[in-house]
């Protein structure tokens, strides 16, 4: 898998002294995200809904606990924790926070606005502010791939980016593509 430079000093590290001292900014040094999606396709939970929000879902306890598990040992040692956001879900306003090694970007981090999620998940990535594409492929073809933001208007839903690169939605127990962030 390929992975690009998406921002630099955008990350609120979850510990300030992650690289051993306390940081000047409190910021993780280098965001990546995979350049396309993982060859498995993974639903955000097994039910449609999006309770609980990002914190609740079963896709990022899949993250956590077994993708992160079969990356080299050498990129395990060096990802750093970082502090995301994402609303509670069930239409909630509420913003919540989650201390995450790897994560899922949500909408306004992409497309540096929200259509279909609520105000105050982050801030856009340096890489989509310049313009690159938002397609991604599953196996070569242009896919759907998930964010971690929960649909704002109704609990059933999680956001999307469509296979052509626009904001959506879908059903989270949709099988879509993953492309995953990280720190370091």
Known sequence: YAFVII?????????ATAYGSATATGKAGISLQMKDCLNTTYQMNSSNTNSGGWGNCALRTTLQNTI???????????????????????????ISSYSDTLFLLAEVEIFGSTTYSAVGEGDQYAWYKAGNSKVKKVNGSANFWWERSPFATGSSYFCIVYSAGNASSSYANGSFGVAFGFCV
């Open 7 to 15: 921002g630099f000093n955008h990350d609120t590290l979850a510990s």
């Open 68 to 94: 992160k598990g079969q990356l080299p040992s050498a990129w395990q040692s060096i990802i750093k924790t970082v502090t995301k956001k994402a609303s509670a879900g069930s239409t909630s306003s509420t």
